[in-house]
């Protein structure tokens, strides 16, 4: 398949990451690529569900993987996982001698080795520059579930209509489940026979870059977990910061330690983000230097230095978003990286991700959340536009029309990064608004 050809398919599936921002993965495709990496890390904690379709779709992922390596003409697949990560390496290695061209490539057991940035390095030795993208260093980086999404479309011409989603934290029977896109949270909680304590919060993703949710919110494209926690837990708290408390703490408490910076996983890797130092010039109301808040840009969004490292509860992540949101705001242009070289104390400053979860008081939810099939029927289904990076889809029915599971029910919007979306129940449609298609069965 030529790469003007796959482009169109990914782009009429409606394929996206399947995790974080969700760009569309259409646009990924380059033919400067020589590499192509699949993101097996699972990176936040408590997470199951990428080892776990890779070690039951082995072969589907891999055909995907394929044809993207032919399509842009890359030299070789990396599949980079855990080595703890057993059945999955397993079921990748029976397949190896299949598929020319493909490796397997280990990531350390740490946090966090699913940022691209981080697995690129880790697998190929190549640095990606500080406000640059994969492609510049001959490379593109898919998850897991995005290859499955992408198989399904290629050989199958399925487009997106489910999500896997790990269930787990204080709920009766932690698992990962397939469910259909638009349900309710609540609908994907009662999936694991429902929390186990009379008020709870969720976390929608991982407990370090998870928001909190609330259970009328839907499932897209992007939704990887749902952790369910007191609402006094650490990890709860952490996400209920006020900016302004954290700005007067970091005024009055931040004591220049430097761990929020020795422990930052792209300063590390030589980027320009220093958290430290714009805690300092925060707490000193220092603004005659602008290179500590200009390259706030740059941050990865990882949340080490807030959950993990400052070991006085202030808040670096929360400010440096403030500041990047200000300086948005205001135009103010990313400067130019100035990229230092790789930390050559880096291998002994990776936190493991074992460490991570005592730290954040996640051990008694550790469990396995096996993948169990759930046959369940859903009445309705409410579909948002926007589950991507980019302009949203745009409708394509209206309210009465009969859908069948599968149809598309928005097109990509037309020379904008967009995808389009399927309906993912059989029914009516019964609402069409410039944000969401609600069919009901």
Do not use: W
């Amino acid at each position: 398949m030529k790469i003007t050809e796959l482009s169109e398919v990914l782009k009429n599936g409606g394929v996206v990451g399947a995790g974080g921002a969700g760009f569309p993965s259409y646009a990924k495709l380059n033919e400067k690529a020589d590499t192509i990496i699949l993101n097996c890390a699972e990176c936040e904690p408590l997470l199951q569900l990428h080892k776990q379709m890779l070690s039951m779709y082995a072969y589907e992922i891999m055909t995907a993987l394929n044809e993207v390596k032919e399509a842009v003409g890359a030299e070789k697949v990396i599949i980079a996982v855990k080595p703890s990560y057993k059945k999955a390496v397993e079921a990748v290695k029976s397949l190896l001698p299949d598929f020319a061209g493909m490796e397997i490539g280990f990531l350390p057991e740490a946090y966090p080795s699913g940022d691209e940035v981080v697995t690129i390095y880790e697998t190929t030795g190549r640095v990606v520059e500080a406000g640059k993208i994969p492609i510049t260093v001959g490379v593109i980086v898919y998850n897991v579930e995005t290859m499955f999404n992408a198989y399904n479309i290629i050989k199958n011409n399925k487009g997106v209509t489910e999500k896997y989603i790990t269930v787990t934290g204080a709920v009766k029977h932690p698992v990962t489940v397939k469910v259909p896109l638009g349900i309710t949270y609540d609908e994907v909680i009662a999936l694991a026979g429902g929390a186990t304590i009379d008020e709870y919060e969720i976390i929608a993703g991982g407990p370090m870059t998870g928001p909190i949710a609330k259970g009328y919110d839907v499932v897209t494209k992007t939704s990887n977990a749902l952790i369910i926690l007191p609402p006094e837990h650490y990890v709860v708290k952490r996400k209920e910061v006020n900016i302004n408390v954290s700005m007067k703490r970091a005024m009055s408490a931040c004591c220049q330690c430097r761990y929020c910076t020795d422990l930052c996983p792209r300063n590390l890797l030589g980027h320009p983000i220093d958290p430290a130092k714009l805690m300092r010039a925060v707490s000193t109301n220092c603004t005659t230097d602008p290179a500590p808040f200009l390259n706030a840009n740059f941050c990865c969004g990882c949340s080490l230095c807030e959950m993990f490292s400052c070991f006085q509860g202030l808040s670096p992540k929360a400010i440096i978003g403030s500041v990047r949101g200000e300086l948005a705001k205001n135009g103010v242009p990313r400067p130019e990286a100035k990229m230092k070289e790789v930390n050559p104390s880096r291998s002994g400053r990776l936190i493991s991700v074992e460490r991570l979860i005592s730290r954040l008081g996640l051990e008694e939810y550790k469990a396995a959340a096996p993948y169990e099939e759930k046959a369940v029927a859903f009445n309705k289904v409410k579909l948002m536009l926007s589950q991507n990076i980019g302009a949203p889809s745009t409708p394509c029915v209206a309210v009465g029309d009969k859908v069948t599971m599968g149809d598309k029910i928005a097109d990509s919007s037309p020379d904008k990064l967009s995808v389009a979306l399927h309906a993912s129940i059989s029914g009516e449609v019964t609402e069409v608004t410039d944000r969401y298609i609600i069919i009901k069965a």
